[in-house]
């Protein structure tokens, strides 16, 4: 299938403030990294905090310029498009973020919120805004006797089903979910994901899933990314990289999640934190932490390879299984 | 320190009743719950966000702030050393001082609102040895730096003189577990301490926090939302909802064949995903409907009747009391054997 977003070669490095006369230094937070979505696939992006998943998100929709790569939308290049340009895409491409309770405008009712975004790409008249708005409430589960009603009255599940209409409202063909359930109670989580996972497989979504929480990235995934200091270290599809990961660092994040079946996870334990994107470690930048690091880890950036299919990772060992 | 007989009570909370008064009237965030913790035991509070778990533990060491007008009823009492026992409910404040720290420590989710921004780390682990233990207070400098190879760190003798914000909050953690264990607590209660971590990060606190409690013989009160990490520490697990306690008994049991619809819907609510050759995977996502009852509105029955999938018109009449089913597994469902 072909790709509706593609990046290739992705990299977004922040300059640190200037210190005394020595060169200047960058956090690099995204680098190297490549990959596609197809329409009606789900991408889920793991990784712990400083992994670079956020900043890969807001990459892939350009909320964010990079400072090396290519990012090309449905064959278009968009690296370098004007925001004029870009403007008629930004209805194909959507985000759901983490707080419901900061991404509604606590003054506007539901239905302003709504109607906002349909007004803002000119799409229909006021009271045809207003029955589109209605409807897309009771698509995510809520009423349209709910437009009236302001952010407040809702809880945190209930906005975010408001920020996932909001974000449907313009029947975009790609979504960016970043970390969409990880403000809400468990019991609650099922119901989003749920919803999230319905209306993609309807509307033939293409989604970067973007969560710390395994759980949540192996339900919803299709296909699997494992960032690390702002580099892949592992792709593949979810039942290739939860029941046979390859990567080290794969392995180490399934062996810390915590679960009810202790039975099934590797026994991997990662010591220590990730370090510095500022100052990332030579070679493979997962090394110091790596219970199977060799000296040679330390000279060469491993590239991706393929060890399956449709599976990639960056190591250079072969030789240890999970 | 003496040692201490390996079991017997530690701590028992009867009839905890905590409210705060508000402008609306009094808000029952803690309403008639009782648990115990035995010598060296691992207890697990489990529950979402409203449903009294925090507030269970900030009572024990009655951890409110004046404006928070709390009033706190009932028993909570603390079975010293010497076989005296202590009601914490109506200990005197300066005796409670003196309770908190030294017999039973807190650690919190987010430590950096509980280390002082402007001191190094040595000095605030030092400073609470010095307040608890005078007679240690020559060497409280050197136990500082014991007390953060204990807790984990490396390179202890040049970290001391770090300040928080040099560190990760996976080692400000670590530095808040030291300062907890300074005095050598009888009890410590853990509120949600790894929600704020990374899962790599929150594997090693776990593993940290169970070596300590093991090496040192002390209690352990850990406060979550998350039922696998319940099953990773806890001998016995208190399950609460809309201020009540709903289930409890030991973790395995609980977590094996649960008793309570709730404890049950908790469990079922976590993602899963069975792979399947040649079919589509089976993705499990089963919410639990409706919402939590506000502390306002809690109905004249069963608190998660209006939630729950065997409640049935007796459920809905009058308070339902927590069922003795055997042992020490308890069960506030009229249909418990039910669910068998």
Known sequence: MTALIEVAGLAKHFPLPRRGF?????VRAVDGV???VAPGEVLGLVGESGSGKSTVGRLALRLLDPTAGRVRFDGQDITTASLRALRPLRRSMQMVFQDPYASLNPRRSVGEAIGEVLRL?????????????????????????????MPREFSGGQRQRIAIAR??????????????????DVSVQAGILALLRGLQAELSLAMLFISHDLSVVEVMADRVMVLYLGRVMEVGPTRTMFTAPRHPYTAGLLAAAPRLDRGAAPAVVLRDEIPSPADPPSGCVFRTRCPFALADCAATVPEPRTVGPDHQMACIRDDVTF | MPAEPPSGPLLEVRNL???????????????GVAFAIARAETVAIVGESGSGKSVTAMSILRLFGRTDRAAIEGAILLHGRDGGIRDLVTLPEPELRDVRGREIAVIFQDPSASLNPVFPIGEQIAEAIRRHRPQEAAHAARAAVELLRDVGIADP???VAAYPHQLSGGMRQRVMIAIALACQPRLLIADEPTTALDVTIQAQIMRLLADLKAA????????????????????????????QVVETGATDAVLAAPRHPYTRALLECRPERHYRDGAEDERLLRPIAGQPPRP????????????????????RAGPVDLHLLHGDRQSRCRRWDAMA
Do not use: N, W
């Open chain 1, 22 to 26: 020595g060169p200047r230094g960058a």
């Open chain 2, 296 to 315: 306002t509105e809690v109905a004249a029955g069963c608190r998660f009747a209006p939630r729950c999938p065997l409640a049935e018109a007796a459920c």
């Open chain 1, 167 to 184: 974000a449907l409202a313009v029947e975009p063909r790609f979504l960016v979910a970043d970390e969409p359930v990880s403000a809400l």
């Open chain 1, 34 to 36: 490549s990959f596609r």
């Open chain 2, 216 to 243: 040192r013989g002390m209690g352990l009160l850990f406060i979550t939302h998350d039922l696998a990490l319940v099953g990773e520490i806890a001998d016995r697990v208190v399950v609460m909802y809309a201020g």
């Open chain 2, 157 to 159: 003798e040049r970290r």
């Open chain 1, 121 to 149: 790409h000119g799409i229909g008249t006021r009271s045809e805004r207003r029955d589109r708005a209605g409807a897309l409430l009771a698509k995510v589960g809520l009423s349209a006797a709910d437009l009236g009603r």
């Open chain 2, 17 to 31: 009743r905590t409210g705060f008064r508000t402008r609306r009237g009094l808000l029952q965030a803690v309403d």
